[in-house]
C-alpha cells in the first residue's frame, strides 16, 4: 500500500526539472507512505516515477521504483496477493526479492499485459517498458486502489491521488459535468472528476502510452451469466468456501492485522472468519455516536467482539471532531463523495492506525449481494404493478408480494423516503424509477444554478450502466446491483482508500476477491432475493460465523452522522461560517444564501446540506489555493538545492540501470 506518481512526455521530450516534478508528487502523498520514498528519472529525461512506501510485505528488499532485469520500472500500490502463487508460477530462479511488486514485473515479462488477469488483488500501477519505450498503467478489477490522470503541455503526469496532479495543472476549474453527476449521486460517472482536465482510470481497466499515443481499454468485466441449474444450497456452500478463501488469503502480511467492525453483517462475517484464522493478537475497531441508537452499533460490534473473544477499541466521536476534522477529510478525499460516511471513517481510521497498519473491511458485500434497502423498496413498487397486471408469477425473477410482506419491516424508518419516491409517480420504465429512486437533485431548487447546467444529461450515462449488456434484461435486481457495482461501490472504496491512507493504514476488503464475485453473478436474482430478504444467500450461508444479534439484525445503519442534530446544536456556527464567506458567497454555480437559508430544513439522515458543505470545503481546499499547490515546485527545487533532505526522507535517487544509491 502506498502512493504513487509520475509524468511522461508525450512526445519523447525531455521534462524540464523532472525529479523536482516527482519530489512534490511524493511530498503531496506523504500521508500514503510514511516509511520512504523513492523516484525515478530516465536518462534520457522523458519520463520518471514517484513512490511514497507504506511497508507491509517484504520490510527489507520492497522498495520502489523497482526495476527489473530487461530494464523496466514499476511504480505500484496495493496488494496482489496471490504472489507467493505467481513466484512458483513463473519460477523462483527469476526472484531476487520477496515483495508482491516484483511479481507483477515478472508477471509483464512472462505474460506482457495479459498479466493483469493472473493477479488477484488490489492495485494501480505504472511500468515502464524499455525495449518498447511505451508506458503501462491499470487499476484493480473493483477500484479498490486509485488512479487519476492529466495532460498539460503534451505531458501525461498520473498519481494515486488529484492533489499531487495540482501544481502542474495551469488552473483548477470544476467540471460541470461532473459536478451535475455529483448533484444526482454524490460521485461522478464514467471517469469524470470534479476536476475538469482530470480523469479517473476505470476499474478493471488499463491504460497504454505507445507513440505518444493515449489508449485506455476493459480487460476484465463480470457478467451475469445466471445459473438455473444449481440449487440454492450450493450456492451456499460455494459462497461460503470462497470467501473463507479470500480472507484466509487477504490476511498474508508481515504486520499485524484488525478489522473495522461496524455492527453489521458484512463486518462482521470478514472479522469473525478473521479472529478465528488469524488467532489472539486478532482486534478490531468500532466508531459511535452517542446520540441513542439511531447512531450507536457499538453493541452489537460489541457482542461479535465477546462472541469471538478478541479486544475491540471504540472511538466515541463527537461534535467537536467533526469541527477539527472535516476540512481535513475532504482534503484528504481530494473531493467529497458518498456521502456522510467519510467522516467516521476517517476517525476510526486515525483509532485503528494507532495499533495496526493493516485492517479487514466488509466493503462489497451490499452491492454483490444485494443489501440496500432502496431494493426493496424499488421491488415492492413491481410486485404491486405485477399484481395488478396478474403477471405475478411469470418469469425467472419475480419476487411475489405475498412472499415479501415479511419484510416489509424492514423499511419502517423509510416511510419518509417511500413518500417522497410515489409523490412522484409509479410503474415507470425500471431504469427511470431507480433513478428516480438514488437521485438527489430533486431535494435541490434554487441552492443551484441549474441554467449553467444544461447540455449534459446524468440520466443518460446511468442508463448505459443500469441497461448494459452483460446484465439480463429482465432481470431488475440484477440491474440495480450491477448499477451500484460499477458507480457507488467504486465511490465508497474511494472513502475507503483515502480515509485509511490519510493515517497511513492499509485497508482490505476479501468481499471483492474475483473467484467470489464472479460466482455471485452467476446466482438467479430470486436466489439472491428470495421473498424480499436482502443478502439471503450470504446471510443462510455465513450465518453460523456470527452471533444471533447481527444474524437476526432486520435494521441497516451504515454508519449514521447526527449532522442534523450538529447543524441544529454544537457545529452550527462553525458551518455558518463555511458557508458565509465572501468566497462562498459568490461561487459561480453554487447559491450558498440558499444554502444557509435552508439548514434548518434537513431531514434526519439527509444528505443535501452534507453535499453542499463539502462542496464549499473542497472549493476553499483546492479552488482558492491552488497558487499554494503550484508554489511547492519552488519550495521543493529550494530544497533540493540546499541539500535539505539529506536522507533523512529516505529519498532513494534512482537513474535506468543504476543501483538505487541514498541521496547525500
Known sequence: MCGIGGAIHLSAEKIDDLENRLGVMNALQQHRGPDGEGVWTHPRGQVGFAHRRLAII??????????????NWITYNGEVYNYLELREEIGRKNFSTTTDTEAILEGYRKWGTDCLNHLRGMF?????????????????????????????????????????????????????AGFKDYLAFQFCLAGKTLFSGVRELLPGHMLQIVNGKIKESRYWQVYYDLDFEHTPRYFENEIRSRL?????????????VGAYISGGMDSGIVASIAAEQYGDAFVGFNGRFLYGEDYDESRYATDLANWRDFRLYIRDITSEDFINNIQKVVYYMDYPVAGPGSFPQYMVSELASQHRKVVLGGQGG?????????YLIAYFEQCIKAAIDGTTHSGNFIVTYE????????????????????????????????????SHTRK????????????????????SIFRADNVPTESYFDSMTHFDFK?????????????????????????LDHPLVELAATMPSDIKFQDGT??????????????????????????????????????????????????????????????????????????????????EIWQQAFHDKHDEFKALMKTQRRKVDEGADNGRGGLRRVALGGPATEAK
Not at 405 to 428: A, C, D, H, M, T
Open 124 to 176: 494501480a500501477f505504472a511500468l515502464w517498458d524499455e525495449k518498447n519505450r511505451s508506458l503501462f498503467c491499470a487499476r484493480d478489477r473493483f477500484g479498490i486502489k486509485p488512479f487519476y490522470y492529466t495532460v498539460v503541455d503534451d505531458v501525461f503526469y498520473f498519481a494515486s491521488e488529484v492533489k499531487a496532479l495540482l501544481p502542474f495543472m495551469k488552473e483548477v476549474r470544476t467540471d460541470l
Open 444 to 463: 435541490l431548487n434554487d441552492e443551484i444554478d441549474w441554467e449553467a447546467l444544461h447540455g449534459y444529461s446524468p440520466f443518460e450515462t446511468f442508463q
Open 58 to 71: 517484504d520490510l527489507d528488499t520492497g522498495d520502489q521504483p523497482m526495476q527489473d532485469r530487461a530494464g
Open 403 to 438: 412472499s415479501i410482506i415479511p419484510n416489509l419491516v424492514s423499511l419502517r424508518q423509510y416511510k419518509p423516503l417511500l413518500k417522497e419516491f410515489w409523490r412522484e409517480g409509479l410503474f415507470e420504465d425500471l431504469d427511470r424509477r431507480y433513478f428516480r429512486l438514488i
Open 487 to 511: 458507480t457507488l461501490l467504486p465511490a465508497l472504496l474511494h472513502v475507503e482508500d483515502r480515509m485509511s491512507m490519510a493515517h497511513g493504514l492499509e485497508s482490505r476488503v476479501p468481499f
Open 366 to 374: 451490499d452491492e454483490i449481494f444485494g443489501g440496500y434497502v432502496r
Open 534 to 615: 436482502l443478502k439471503n444467500v450470504l446471510r443462510k450461508s455465513m450465518r453460523s460465523v456470527l452471533p444471533d444479534s447481527i444474524a437476526d439484525r432486520k435494521d441497516k445503519m451504515g454508519f449514521p452522522v447526527p449532522l442534523t442534530e450538529w447543524i441544529g446544536g454544537e457545529a452550527s456556527e462553525f458551518v455558518h461560517d463555511i458557508l458565509s464567506t465572501s468566497k462562498a458567497q459568490n461561487r459561480d454555480v453554487i447559491n450558498n444564501k440558499a444554502v444557509v437559508e435552508r439548514l434548518g430544513e434537513e431531514v434526519k439522515f439527509g444528505r443535501t446540506t452534507w453535499g453542499l458543505l463539502c462542496m
Open 244 to 256: 473463507l478463501d479470500s480472507i484466509q488469503i487477504h490476511l498474508r502480511s508481515d504486520v499485524p
